[in-house]
T-cell receptor, first 110, second 109 residues
């Protein structure tokens, strides 16, 4: 199993550009999450999903959108990138048990 | 006040030392996670526990629900244990996972 796969690993965006962070898992997990990690801060939940077709906002959803059309995929969309979205983004999945994380995407918005 | 507090924030140890990292929380929880984040950035789940104690190799995690406190112990520490250790608690809903800021551990040879 590949586990949780995130792409890209690095990205630089200009203010106002848009992009999609991809996340896919091959463990048939129902629960998937997007987090951001800022320096010196704990992980913050952006959006989560408890199954295909179901998504919900986390603690810091503004500026982001998600979809969950399949069990495997949970992409995160940034529509109008802002410098405040410079961060490291992690996707994770679980079945109400231990979390499985992707390797992260380091995003810089300039 | 943060809902999940970890101590210490930074810890330097000599190889072979016994290490303890603490996590205190202020909310009701259904489970608590200990995670390890390597210098390269990847995050690995070490333990998920809701009561008592779990052991995996040189790592031991304990939780006291009444005192709202958990500890992560590392016996016979090794430089490869150098990482950031993160405590996270599950609140009521599946999405309500609250993270501590992490404890940065450096083990010197």
């Amino acid at each position: 199993n590949a586990g949780v796969t995130q792409t890209p690993k690095f990205r630089i965006l200009k203010i106002g550009q848009s992009m999609t962070l991809q996340c896919t898992q091959d463990m048939n997990h129902n629960y998937m999450y997007w987090y951001r990690q800022d320096p010196g801060m704990g992980l913050k939940l952006i959006y989560y999903s408890v199954g295909a077709g179901i998504t919900d906002k986390g603690e810091v959803p503004n500026g982001y959108n998600v979809s969950r059309s399949t069990t495997e995929d949970f992409p995160l969309r940034l529509e109008l990138a802002a410098p405040s979205q410079t961060s490291v983004y992690f996707c994770a999945s679980s079945t109400q048990g231990p979390l499985h994380f992707g390797n992260g995407t380091r995003l810089t918005v300039t | 006040k943060n809902e999940v507090e970890q101590s210490p924030q930074n810890l330097t140890a000599q190889e072979g030392e016994f290490i303890t990292i603490n996590c205190s929380y202020s909310v009701g929880i259904s489970a608590l996670h200990w995670l390890q984040q390597h210098p390269g950035g990847g995050i690995v789940s070490l333990f998920m526990l809701s009561s008592g104690k779990k052991k995996h190799g040189r790592l031991i995690a304990t939780i006291n629900i009444q005192e709202k406190h958990s500890s992560l112990h590392i016996t016979a520490s090794h430089p490869r244990d150098s990482a950031v250790y993160i405590c996270a608690v599950h609140g009521g809903s599946q999405g309500n996972l609250i993270f501590g800021k992490g404890t940065k551990l450096s083990v010197k040879p």
